[in-house]
């Protein structure tokens, strides 16, 4: 059996908490991966990993072999990519994005990518929830307004920065009038971002005259999504004031379809990020994706 694919299943099993998210990132049935536990467990003749109905522990020999694991495949991972990037980029790259990011942002570049280097495949997933890039397979994720996670197993690399502005309809804004101040805002209807999980996603404004300012407003409304793209369509419509991304409706405000609603508050700067395993660092394929992205999003 492959000491290297025994190696980085059991570096998938650590990284993913259990046997079957490293079966779905190294695309093997859960059988499979037990087989190449019991078969490196044997080698090494100790126990790597303590399995209950619940959870997985790591042994402290486990972790041990985990380090030297990680340290041995980055090691050949980037003496692979030295050789490769003598014959161009290729392979396939998994990418996770928002759906309204990577529709937007991400889908208008991946022709010229994948014409600039013909053996290079994108697999791109479309998706809102918090992923696992190792229990999911993902090599990177693209998401903006979270801070990036706190550990030495991802690197978070920053693509672009933005603001969220708010902005309505014309003829809603004929109708309803127009707030002054943020505590107006409550008087009126707002289509509002919620997330997956159906939690609202708060409006905080700061002023341009003095960022320290800041106010939280309470907003209401009958219309809401997990989408910005869907929320920028129910407003050029006229369902009321939205609170989006700059670069999502600058298209919308130059052709007048929507206008800024206090346009001296925004929020206050959120950066979009590029999350990737540390493994991947100097991946041809990685920096080929990350050298199409934009740099400035509006």
Excluded at 249 to 263: D, G, Y
Excluded at 267 to 292: C, H, Q, T, V
């Amino acid at each position: 059996m492959d000491l290297l694919a025994q190696m980085a299943t059991f570096v998938s099993v650590v990284e993913g908490k259990s046997l079957s998210a490293a079966a779905r990132a190294q695309r093997l049935s859960l059988p499979a991966v037990s087989r190449q536990l019991r078969a490196l467990e044997a080698e090494l003749g100790t126990s790597l990993v303590v399995r209950s109905t619940r959870r997985l522990h790591v042994t402290d020999a486990g972790m041990q072999w985990y380090e030297q694991c990680r340290r041995t495949l980055r090691e050949i991972d980037g003496a692979r990519d030295a050789i490769r990037d003598a014959k161009g980029v290729r392979g396939t790259l998994v990418v996770s994005a928002s759906l309204t990011f990577g529709s937007e942002v991400i889908v208008p570049q991946l022709t010229r990518l994948i014409e600039q280097h013909p053996k290079l495949c994108i697999d791109l997933r479309l998706e809102d929830q918090i992923i696992d890039l190792v229990g999911e397979g993902v090599d990177v994720a693209v998401r903006a307004g979270s801070p990036p996670p706190d550990s030495t197993a991802v690197v978070a690399a920053p693509l672009a920065q933005m603001t969220r502005i708010l902005v309505a309809a014309p003829r809603w804004l004929r109708k309803n009038g127009t707030p002054r101040q943020p505590a107006q805002l409550t008087q009126h209807d707002s289509v509002i971002q919620v997330t997956p999980s159906g939690r609202v996603i708060p409006w905080q404004l700061a002023s341009a005259s003095d960022p320290k300012q800041v106010v939280n407003v309470e907003v209401h409304g009958r219309l809401r999504s997990n989408t910005p793209s869907a929320l920028r369509d129910l407003a050029v419509a006229g369902a009321g004031i939205a609170y989006l991304p700059d670069w999502l409706v600058a298209p919308a405000l130059a052709q007048n379809k929507l206008r800024r609603v206090l346009p001296e508050w925004s929020s206050l700067p959120i950066a979009a990020w590029a999350i990737y395993r540390a493994e991947l660092r100097g991946n041809a394929r990685l920096k080929a994706f990350l050298d199409a992205m934009p740099k400035r999003l509006s």
